[in-house]
Nanobody
Framework: QVHLVESGGGLVQAGGSLRLSCAAS????????MGWFRQAPGKERDFVAA????????LCADSVKDRFTISRDNAKGSVSLQMYNLKPEDTAIYYC????????????????????WGQGTQVTVSS
């Protein structure tokens, strides 16, 4: 089993920033692409960003592309999501996932592209 644990969520005002982290334990973390999804109450889990196994390629949703940055540290076994200029519509539970392969491609925009998930961390943005 692969275990993923998210942290760094909280309550911030619009325009603020947060940095989310995902710590991974298990086999061969550095062999797999990683991604972030988010889920608001009553809605489906939506794609936010993904990063390749080596960190050389990334993919971000259009809604966050100019404000969020994904990164990873394979030595530490972690992946991060730096969020700037947060908006109320960013309010959601944010989940970290391990992809089924190592490359970034369009399949990673869908939850079916991942085989392990963390428990999530809550981000709440107020006006």
């Amino acid at each position: 089993q692969v275990h993923l644990v998210e942290s760094g969520g909280g309550l911030v005002q619009a325009g603020g920033s947060l940095r989310l982290s995902c710590a991974a334990s298990g086999r061969a973390f550095s062999d797999y692409a990683m991604g972030w999804f988010r889920q608001a109450p009553g809605k489906e889990r939506d794609f936010v960003a993904a990063i390749s196994w080596s960190g050389d390629s990334t993919l971000c949703a259009d809604s966050v592309k100019d404000r969020f940055t994904i990164s990873r540290d394979n030595a530490k076994g972690s992946v991060s999501l730096q969020m700037y200029n947060l908006k109320p519509e960013d309010t959601a539970i944010y989940y970290c996932g391990r992809a089924r392969g190592g490359a970034v491609n369009n399949a990673l925009e869908y939850a079916s592209g991942y085989d392990y998930w963390g428990q999530g961390t809550q981000v709440t943005v107020s006006s």
